[in-house]
């Protein structure tokens, strides 16, 4: 065999090793240029807190505005509610009202012509699946006022 075709054999092999490295820096929050410079330099570096931190921060502060947000929405409707809400994905990129609340329905029926807070339920669900490597699925949350705390929904 030509040396020019181990060559070609030896950067394909080098360039996998290397793709399933970034892919895995990526996932621990890692830019792909730091984990080229970290190959390099043949060096280990940790993922960073700081930016874990800092996401946790951004992820609870979206789940107080989702919460304000809901109650505004439900009050605009005429919907005084009291006990605390359960939510939960439905798998279809839609909510579920826990069953056992007295204004199911209502709250079902606003959720339903909502989009944009369907959206922002969305986009709280991926946020925690990135923050904790579950599925956004099995993302719940539990509304008292204006505070909203998760849960997973799903076993």
Do not use: C, W, Y
């Not at 950067?11 to 490295?21: M, N, P, V």
Request: glycine letters at 10%; zero cysteines; hydrophobic letters at 45%.
């Amino acid at each position: 065999m030509p040396v020019s075709s181990l060559l070609s054999i030896a950067g394909i092999a080098a360039a996998g090793s290397l793709a399933r490295e970034a892919v895995s820096a990526v996932g621990s929050g890692l830019s792909f240029a730091a984990e080229l410079a970290r190959q390099g330099r043949g060096e280990v570096i940790a993922p960073a807190t700081d930016e874990r931190d800092s996401a946790q921060q951004q992820f609870a502060t979206a789940l107080s505005q989702f919460a304000r947000r809901l109650r505004q929405h439900l009050a605009a409707a005429g919907l005084a509610v009291s006990a605390p809400i359960e939510l939960s994905a439905d798998g279809l990129g839609g909510i579920d009202v826990g069953s056992n609340h007295p204004q199911q329905a209502a709250i079902d029926q606003l959720l339903a012509s909502d989009e944009a807070l369907r959206g922002q339920f969305a986009a709280l669900a991926e946020h925690h699946a990135d923050l904790t490597g579950s599925s956004r699925h099995e993302f719940g949350l539990l509304i008292e006022g204006d505070a909203a705390e998760v849960f997973a929904s799903k076993p």
